[in-house]
């Protein structure tokens, strides 16, 4: 199935900073790419996603790239503030029929700190 | 009106019991999963079927039984529990697209074997 790596596993930053997590996936046939955060003891929730169509994708602060030719994307986050502390992780699938249905594979998340 | 929801929210209980885990949606996705969340956070998939049928199973041990009655449903059940078993386990849904939809977690419940 697909292996979703994901870079940093710890981020902090000062509030006001720019923070990127970076993620790189093994099947290049994986055309859906979304983005979860988890605040503590919640539940994951979407923040962004980018289909292979694209490349880049803003939502206000947030914002995520996808480099189809290298199979990585990133999320950036700028100005950076206290409650973007959380968990955040990337995915990858191949969001076609037949046997890849299902196949929603994370990557092992990064803890994001944004320190007053 | 919840989207996805598992019950119960936490669950304490002894080495070598049974126990179960329910989850229900109502937003007509036909794609359901559960995922094992552990101390490091990370969101391991477990099992996921669509429109009742199991489409992955993920090396997990046959004390995990996961039971899909109807496509709004899939339970949980966990015979002969270890310590190893605690977790938080996530149920989730999508429906699934050509292009790939959004997929939604229920609350999550927090297991602890002792």
């Known amino acids: 199935g697909e292996n979703v790596e994901q870079h940093p596993s710890t981020l902090s930053v000062q509030e006001g900073d720019s923070a990127v997590i970076k993620c790189t996936y093994s099947d290049s046939a994986s055309n859906y790419f979304p983005w979860y955060k988890q605040e503590l003891g919640k539940r994951p929730q979407l923040i962004i996603d980018?289909?292979?169509?694209?490349g880049e994708k803003k939502d206000q602060r947030i914002a995520v790239t996808l480099n189809k030719t290298a199979k990585h994307f990133s999320l950036h986050i700028t100005e950076t503030q206290p409650e973007d502390s959380a968990v955040y992780f990337c995915a990858a699938l191949n969001a076609g029929r037949g046997s890849t249905l299902g196949r929603l594979y994370f990557g092992r998340g990064t803890q994001l700190t944004v320190w007053p | 009106d919840t989207a996805v929801s598992q019950t119960p929210k936490y669950l304490v209980t002894q080495m070598g019991n049974d126990k179960s885990i329910k989850c229900e949606q109502n937003l007509g996705h036909d794609t359901m999963y559960w995922y094992k969340q552990d101390s490091k956070k990370f969101l391991k998939i477990m099992f996921s079927?669509?429109?009742?049928?199991?489409?992955i199973n993920e090396t997990v041990p046959n004390r995990f039984s996961p039971k899909s009655p109807d496509k709004a449903h899939l339970n949980l059940h966990i015979n002969s529990l270890e310590l190893g078993d605690s977790a938080v386990y996530f149920c989730?849904?999508?429906?699934?697209?050509?292009?790939?939809?959004?997929?939604?977690f229920g609350q999550g419940t927090r297991l602890t074997v002792v």
């Open positions: 079927y669509n429109n009742k049928e199991l489409i």
């Open positions: 989730a849904s999508s429906q699934d697209r050509p292009l790939g939809n959004e997929a939604f």
């Open positions: 980018i289909r292979s169509n694209v």
